[in-house]
Structures are given as C-alpha cells and as structure tokens.
Nanobody, 121 residues
Framework: QVQLVESGGGLVQAGGSLRLSCAAS????????MGWYRQAPGEQRELVAA???????NYADAVKGRFDISRDNAKNTVYLQMNSLKPEDTAVYYC???????????????WGQGTQVTVSS
C-alpha cells in the first residue's frame, strides 16, 4: 500500500507565503515524477508544478516566478513553496507521484487527500 500525506495548507493574506509538503510512504521501489495540482470550487483540477526524479521542473504560467517546487528523494517528499499568494490561488491542493512498488512492475499515479489553501484579499 502507498500513501501520500500532504501538510502545510491554511489561511493566509494576499502577498503572504505558505509551504506545502507531501510525503510518500509504504511499499515503494522508486518514484518518478512528483507534482502538485489544485482545484478551485466549480473548476477542473489543474497542474500547478511538477518535478522529475532528476530535478527538472515545470510550472503553470499562473504561478511562474512565485511558486517553487522541490523534492527530497531520500525522504520521498515533495515541497511547494508558494510566495506572493493571490486570492485566485485559493483551492484544494493535491500532490501526486508516479510510483513503482516493486522491480519490473508497472508504475501508477497516486494522489494525496488534498490540503486547503485560502488566500484572503
């Protein structure tokens, strides 16, 4: 069994910062890409940022220059540093990871349970 557990969400004023963490645990052989998505009420889930196992990053245009994704492979953890937050960043943030549970077995995408980020104006 594999679990992704997020932490770090909360309420912050516009212009403030938050740091999200997501730790993967359980039966894990390797982790490829990890990423963060978000979903606002009435909207589709969208990619915020992603990072490969080699550290190559990709960001949504809306967060470029404000958010920074990083990972600690030894801890199976991905982080999202969010700066200069705006009210439109308000959403439930989900982490995901492409995980192989054993050698020579398929990879699957796993999701965390989500953490609420609310930015007040």
């Amino acid at each position: 069994q594999v679990q992704l557990v997020e932490s770090g969400g909360g309420l912050v004023q516009a212009g403030g910062s938050l740091r999200l963490s997501c730790a993967a645990s359980g039966s894990i052989f390797s982790i490829d890409a990890m990423g963060w998505y978000r979903q606002a009420p009435g909207e589709q889930r969208e990619l915020v940022a992603a990072i490969t196992s080699d550290g190559i990053t990709n960001y949504a245009d809306a967060v470029k220059g404000r958010f920074d994704i990083s990972r600690d492979n030894a801890k199976n953890t991905v982080y999202l540093q969010m700066n200069s937050l705006k009210p439109e960043d308000t959403a439930v943030y989900y982490c995901n990871a492409i995980i192989t549970r054993a050698s020579m077995t398929p990879r699957y995408k796993y999701w965390g349970q989500g953490t609420q980020v609310t930015v007040s104006s």
